[in-house]
């Protein structure tokens, strides 16, 4: 069964560094997502990214996060500047439609 | 806004007993509901949709989940848990026809089978 793959499965940065979480979404699948979830909190949606550009939004997402899709297989998720506040486990996500999402193993960021 | 409430943060259930994990939701309009399970050091699983039509719907794992728009409701059952269930279950929501695919979840409820 396909699934959502991510890169690396734990990562550990210093404060004011630059990131980069990578994502294979399934292939035929035409809608990316990115949500996040901090320790012991809820699942946050931070992006959504259809047709090459970003289709939607959230107030997370600020000028510090990017994402691209640079080639037909990968989605990646860039963060500019880190802060301890990032410290998070980030999904990536992907969907053939409208409806189900289907969601990677994630992306530990650990910020020092 | 949208909002998903699990008003439960553990569920215990004996094994091959029924289990229901509770879900709420707040929409303007109306709701697509997803239930998903994450099993330790994994990622979201899909387990079943309500988009539209029955309100019984069937899922993964012979899970079902119950529909109810007058309650705004979404809860999860099985007839009979398996140890094997033993996860955390996170309800979400997006509104049908918004022009926006992402989904707002619940905090999540950890349920535990006991053998």
Redesign the interface.
Known sequence: EPEVTQTPSHQVTQMGQEVILRCVPISNHLYFYWYRQILGQKVEFLVSFYNNEISEKSEIFDDQFSVERPDGSNFTLKIRSTKLEDSAMYFCASSEERYEQYFGPGTRLTVT | AQSVAQPEDQVNVAEGNPLTVKCTYSVSGNP?L?W?VQYP??????LL?Y?TGDNLVKGSYGFEAEFNKSQTSFHLKKPSALVSDSALY?C?VRESGAG?????????TKLSVIP
């Open positions: 697509y997803f998903y050091n994994r990622g979201l699983q899909f949709k988009i996170f979400a926006s695919y992402q989904l707002t979840f619940g905090k999540g």
